[in-house]
């Protein structure tokens, strides 16, 4: 039984909450016949026999394509049969939110009615197909042959706190920030029975970032990836989405290889062909749209999907040289105040001890590829080494903070040690900001990678990279390497607009030669390639660093040469 927190927490979101708040995408039919082909739950197969489970069936956008294919495969094996005693158990079918449920139950009882099912029949196959509540909460009988939908898209901060310490008791994969499609995910696999197949279109994050490694590592342990279908830069919903889909097709059998797919057209044509080939006995020897890659799943290890010979090359490097941190370099990120509009101004106009402000470098300061910087600076509160000022001493800072209390000490962080109410989320250390470093922005098409001399202070928008032992121009020639975007292009999830996340979880992943292993006229080639902001030359040296073969070469864009 659920206690009566959860419980009310649960009727909560069931009768509430727009589409956004429940995580609401709505996919288009050429995209759901395509998943149901990839499944197999196709016409020629005796569905009648089967089991399918729609986890989260929404305004019936799978549903209902579902309740087709199942009425043309019985019809065509029982001519003569009883819906109501033969399809009964053929589907299972969950949906939270009660005004949704109502409106495709409705549709699906038409439905039926339009296909010749008497009325009562129809009411009595909806009612047993269909049920009311939360997936992850509602109990299950039996397994199932498919599991197929496009699981809800939920932020943890939206679920109410009882239902989400519930959720993270019964899941072993809600872990880290992970979003509600997880366990989602997890549950289903779980009631999929002994070759039955799962296939969700769902966002890819979970694939290569940290909250998805227990997932991973479940399909690893224990299912096939089967397919995968990059969906980035297709319109395979109806409205657009910031983090791209992919489709996976998941099966609980042996493991093996994996068939993938890039950014299919969306139309009936081209999915029709490309499903046939992606579930054919064998591929055409001559290259295609669809690959086989081997041991694409590696325990919890993020899911290396790129074509094989760059697979290779990034498998080859990590096995010969140290990660960026391990080789002598540091990665952080700049400082999270929250609530930049009273920590940070002009640096002139900062009304503050000077010795209580810093000059701050942000992401407009360096987007033509050097350090411009507009003059904003940023109020430390933070006493050295460690707590922050006793503001008596500092009256100055004082006066300024208290003007803008309200705003400061309504931050979250004030309010859970009100006593240090004026401290920024983050802390300052001075230091940094005398320290060369390389200044990266989080999203990037391109690596946008800046030098900075040691005056300024990187704001939160930034990644910064330091180091003791490596010249920095150099590694910045390493850093704008294609070598370098191969390894966030593995690692990191793609947005909207194919731009990539540069972040510190992958800019950790990228593997260096320690410096006193690279030769001085290399160095030189390096930084001097660097100074010139010449991509072409630091690929050229780069090439170099890593002893890249002529194949190796052309597997990241270049003429090998």
């Known amino acids: 039984m659920l206690n009566c927190p959860v419980m009310a927490a649960t009727e909560a979101m069931a009768a509430g909450g727009g589409i956004e708040a429940r995580g609401a ?158 366990p989602f995910i997890e549950r289903s696999l779980s009631v999929l029975s002994d070759g039955g197949s799962l296939g969700f279109i769902c966002a890819d994050r979970w694939m290569k970032n940290r909250y998805g490694g227990p997932l991973r590592s479940l399909v690893a342990e224990r299912f096939h990836l089967k397919l995968y279908v990059d969906m980035v830069d297709t319109p395979a919903f109806h409205s657009d989405v910031i983090a791209y889909p992919a489709i996976t097709v998941i099966s609980r059998e042996v493991p093996g290889a994996t068939r993938i797919a890039h950014r299919p057209a969306i139309d009936r044509t081209t999915l029709t062909e490309l499903a046939g080939l992606l579930t054919a006995p064998a591929l055409p020897k001559e290259p295609g749209p669809v690959r086989e890659l081997a041991r694409v799943t590696n325990g919890a290890e993020p899911w290396l999907l790129e074509s094989s010979d760059q697979m290779a090359l990034i498998r080859r490097l990590e096995s010969a040289f140290p990660q960026l941190e391990e080789a002598g370099c540091k990665v952080g990120i700049g400082v999270a105040t929250g609530a930049d509009k009273a920590f940070i101004g002009d640096f002139q106009e900062l009304d503050v001890e000077p010795d209580r402000k810093l000059p701050l470098v942000t992401t407009r300061d360096i987007m033509t590829g050097e350090v411009q910087w507009r003059g904003q600076g940023v109020i430390n509160p933070f006493a050295e080494p460690a707590g922050l000022v006793n503001l008596d001493e500092y009256p100055r800072l004082r006066r300024y903070l208290e003007a803008r209390r309200e705003v400061i000490a309504g931050r979250h962080c004030a309010r859970k040690a009100p006593a240090n109410w004026y401290r920024t989320i983050d802390r300052i250390t001075p230091a940094l900001a005398a320290r060369p470093k390389l200044l990266i922005p989080d999203i990037k098409g391109e690596a946008h990678i800046v030098f900075e001399g040691g005056e300024l202070y990187p704001h939160h928008n930034l990644y910064y990279v330091t180091s003791d032992d490596w010249d920095l121009r150099a590694l910045q020639a390493v850093l704008l390497s294609a070598v370098t975007r191969l390894f966030v292009a593995t690692y990191s999830t793609k947005m909207r607009g194919g731009f990539l996340r540069f972040q510190a979880q992958y800019l950790r992943r990228i593997r260096i030669p320690r410096w006193a292993d690279v030769s001085e006229l290399l160095r030189r080639e390096l930084a001097e390639a660097a100074i010139r902001r010449d991509v072409q030359a630091c690929n050229r040296a780069v090439f170099k660093l890593y002893g890249l073969s002529h194949e190796e070469r052309s597997a990241l864009g270049g003429n090998g040469e």
């Not at 709505?26 to 197969?45: C, H, M």
């Not at 094996?77 to 495709?104: C, K, M, Q, W, Y």
């Not at 109990?139 to 599991?147: A, N, W």
């Open 25 to 182: 995408i709505f996919t288009r039919s050429e995209v759901v016949d395509f998943i149901l082909d990839l499944t197999g739950y196709t016409e020629d197969q005796p569905l009648h026999e089967k089991r399918l489970l729609e986890p989260s069936f929404g305004g019936g956008d799978f549903l209902l394509p579902i309740i087709g294919r199942l009425l043309g495969a019985w019809r065509a094996a029982r001519p003569n049969g009883s819906a109501l005693d033969e399809l009964a158990d053929a589907i299972r079918a969950v949906e939270l939110h009660h005004d949704t449920f109502r409106s495709t139950q409705a549709a699906v009882v038409a439905l039926l009615n339009r296909q010749g099912i008497a009325a009562d029949t129809a009411t009595a196959l909806a009612d047993c197909w269909l049920s009311q509540g939360d997936f992850l909460l509602a109990p299950l009988e039996g397994q199932f042959d498919f599991v197929v939908g496009n699981p809800p898209y939920v932020r943890q901060e939206l679920i109410p706190a009882p239902l989400l310490a519930e959720y993270r008791s019964r899941y072993l994969t809600m872990f880290d920030r992970a979003d509600i499609y997880i």
